[in-house]
């Protein structure tokens, strides 16, 4: 996540599709923001023509208006931070968040030293998440890029990334998983990266049991990926059906693995 990102077409999706399986529902939610202030020359928080009514997006208000309107007046009010999405109080109340920013760029590099530093520098980060929402029933995972692809957790890149012994972490803690993934275009179709991704969770967690995929290509192709722990079976499977019942069902796919 990045605060120049708050409000975008992508927000709208993983926000409204979150307020549809637990809004009103006694369940605890915690966010992991994977909060990313590096800087990067990037266009992708741009995408907040969706805001308005006559624009080359077909009308999504009708989606959640009432999210609509609350991020609306985050991105116009000039306060992308979320912080301000915190206070708007988007995601249901009870919600936990941690919202410490993560990166190693600004660290020494190069030597072993340096990348035991680095390290040293992201555990440290990581367990204050896992203390903060160890309460949370739900995780939602909210990296730049999503999973790992290679990249080690000492480079300056890693800010992006969730990697799957973090994520083995959370579900330890029998909590269950929901992890963003936007598509990548050298990794073949998006069937294909989403067949590769539930392969990896299953490896990486020993999930044995069933995995879902809500797809949407709204503004962008994303994916999240709903891992979850034995406890949360019926309550998810039950909550991704209202969800296909919904207004969103045009702009989303979901998928039993």
């Known amino acids: 996540m990045r605060n ?20 009103q529902q006694e369940i605890r939610l915690g966010v992991a923001w994977f909060l990313n202030k590096d800087n990067e020359a990037t266009a992708d928080g741009k995408k907040v023509k ?4 006559a624009c080359g997006h077909r009308n999504l208000k009708d989606r959640d208006p009432d999210l609509h309107k609350k991020l609306a007046r985050v991105v116009f009010g000039g306060r992308r931070d979320v912080a301000e999405l915190q206070r708007a109080e988007i995601l249901p109340g009870g919600t936990k968040f941690h919202n410490e920013p993560i990166s190693v760029a600004n660290l020494p590099k190069g030597a072993k030293s340096s990348q035991r530093a680095r390290l040293a520098h992201r555990e440290i980060w990581f367990s204050r998440a896992v203390f903060q929402l160890a309460e949370s029933d739900v995780i939602f995972v909210d990296p730049d890029n999503g999973m790992e692809v290679g990249i080690k957790k000492h480079q300056d890149k890693s800010a992006k990334y969730v990697f799957f012994d973090e994520l083995r972490r959370f579900y330890d803690h029998k909590q269950s998983l929901i992890i963003i993934q936007f598509g990548q275009r050298h990794r073949g179709s998006t069937h294909d990266q989403i067949v590769w991704r539930v392969g990896q969770l299953r490896t990486r967690l020993d999930h044995s049991h069933e995995i879902y995929s809500i797809y949407s290509g709204l503004g962008g192709s994303r994916t ?19 969800l296909g019942d919904s207004p969103w069902r045009h702009d989303i796919r979901i998928d039993e693995h």
């Open 4 to 23: 120049d990102y708050v409000g975008d077409i992508s927000d709208f999706v993983k926000f409204g599709v979150l307020r549809r399986l637990f809004l």
């Open 50 to 53: 969706y805001l308005h009514t």
């Open 224 to 242: 999240l990926y709903v891992v979850p722990s034995a406890r949360h079976r019926d309550f998810l499977k039950q909550r991704l059906a209202h």
